[in-house]
């Protein structure tokens, strides 16, 4: 019996609560992958590039023999490691009655192969027909819906990540770009943070929060106002171009306040870390100011240290909000008393119709 193809679309709704396969091999999958696959990986890396190999260099015969020595001896270990999977992802002790969603590069081989071994086994399988490299290219489309977005503003230290936070809470459509970013945005916005995905697999992440509000009667989506380099990562073109014509929603809260809120969120932070953090940005802070900063982190002066950079992120931040076209209907400024002081209930009230 042939296993089941599905077209992207399909495949992503019905796996969305299934257990999805990714057969690739651990690098492949490493990269990138659909998010909440497990790797369940045909060949090694090295056994991928074998096969390869001989594909190119000697015949299609030839190198599906090289994998057919690879795939035998797997077989059993891979049947009992999907019924392992079974158990743990899915709580299931039938294992048999839970779909199986499998893909590999291009739906070809790989997958074919796994799929045969599965359905000759028991289970029910379907397969991404054109593969990861399907989701790709489905991934990229979605950057160009024209999504509604609405922008939390505001400069450094105005808790507009807290906002975002208490949106999600409260059940409205939110996309937490720092969160997938794993990455806060300031030259301190890598610590205490894990390590940050590859380019693409962030986009692979955003994409899959995108998919439900690609929708005519999700009008409005929340996020923060952002550059469009958060750390190493970058904010699909496609996307931040909307962010910046969206309105923003500009959280208005005194210096003083915002930097007693940084100090309070970085002051316990390493001073190593933070000197490396500070030297990354000395470039554009300024021989002067770096100089500074510096001293004042090595007395302990904390509020005095974080006040320079402060300053400096409220320039850059104000340049990136006036570079946008028809700011005047775009902005909406929301007087705060302090961080957190009443600012989000005003904004809900007053600005979603969520």
Request: aromatic share 12%.
């Amino acid at each position: 019996m042939e296993s089941i193809r599905l077209h992207i679309k399909d495949f992503i709704s019905l796996a969305t609560d299934s257990l999805s396969l990714d057969v690739r091999s651990p690098s492949e999958y490493k990269h990138a992958h659909i998010p909440g696959a497990i790797n369940l990986p045909l060949f090694s890396d090295e056994e991928r590039k074998r096969v390869g190999t001989a594909y190119k260099q000697v015949s299609r015969e030839v190198a599906i023999k090289i994998g057919l020595d690879f795939f035998g001896p797997k077989m059993r270990n891979m049947v009992e490691e999907v019924e392992k999977l079974i158990t743990q992802e899915t709580k299931c002790s039938q294992v048999k009655e839970v779909k199986l969603f499998i893909y590999c590069w291009r739906g070809g081989m790989r997958s074919a192969a796994v799929a045969w071994l599965l359905q000759l086994y028991g289970f029910d399988v379907t397969i991404l027909a054109n593969g990861y490299k399907a989701f790709r290219n489905y991934v990229l489309d979605s950057f160009k819906y024209n999504f509604s977005f609405k922008v939390v503003g505001g400069f450094t230290g105005s808790g507009k990540t807290e906002v975002i936070k208490e949106l999600i809470r409260r059940g409205k459509p939110v996309i937490d770009l720092e969160e997938l970013a794993c990455h806060k945005g300031s030259a301190f916005g890598s610590l205490n943070m894990p390590s940050q995905p590859t380019q693409e697999m962030f986009e692979n992440k955003l994409a899959t929060l995108l998919f439900p509000f690609m929708q005519p009667d999700v009008w409005e989506v929340w996020v923060e106002d952002e550059s469009q380099r958060i750390g190493d990562i970058n904010i699909p073109m496609e996307l931040w171009t909307q962010m910046r014509s969206a309105p923003v929603y500009f959280l208005d809260i005194a210096f003083e306040k915002r930097l007693q809120h940084i100090v309070e969120e970085y002051g316990s932070q390493d001073s190593f870390k933070l000197l490396n953090s500070i030297e990354r940005i000395s470039r554009r802070l300024g021989g002067l100011n770096t100089k500074k900063a510096i001293e004042y982190l090595h007395d302990g002066n904390l509020t005095e240290c974080f006040a320079i950079l402060l300053k400096y992120y409220d320039k850059y931040y104000l340049r990136g909000l006036h570079n946008r076209d028809n700011l005047t209907t775009l902005l909406q400024t929301i007087p705060c008393e302090g961080v957190n002081s009443g600012n989000l209930e005003y904004l809900i009230s007053k600005h979603s119709t969520v």
